[in-house]
Nanobody, 113 residues
Framework: QVQLVESGGGLVQPGGSLTLSCAAS???????????MSWYRQAPGKERELVAG??GIPDSVKGRFTMSRDNGKQIINLQMDNLSPEDTAVYYC?????????WGKGTLVTVSP
């Protein structure tokens, strides 16, 4: 059973940085895995959008968000720099295999003075 658990969210001031983590179980996240990992976010009143891990990420996060992985620990990280209030959202880890999508419950990031 695939499980994804996000952590690391919280309150951060504008201009600050935050690193989110996603602990994955029930799948292998190695480079040669059948699972494709990515990060999404959903702001209040907006649709969920891709922010790391694939093509098509919005210009607003390019150069500021970086995804990395620790295959041995089965963890996918999202480093976020120079945060602004517009980055306030619930951030979700996603694993995709063929047409199946798996989601964590998300972690809330609030950017506010």
């Amino acid at each position: 059973q695939v499980q994804l658990v996000e952590s690391g969210g919280g309150l951060v001031q504008p201009g600050g940085s935050l690193t989110l983590s996603c602990a994955a179980s029930g799948l292998t996240i190695s480079t040669y895995s059948d699972y494709f990992m990515s990060w999404y976010r959903q702001a209040p009143g907006k649709e969920r959008e891709l922010v790391a891990g694939s093509i098509g990420i919005p210009d607003s996060v390019k150069g500021r968000f970086t995804m990395s992985r620790d295959n041995g620990k089965q963890i996918i990280n999202l480093q976020m720099d120079n945060l602004s209030p517009e980055d306030t959202a619930v951030y979700y880890c996603n694993a995709r295999k063929d047409s199946m999508h798996y989601w964590g419950k998300g972690t809330l990031v609030t950017v506010s003075p």
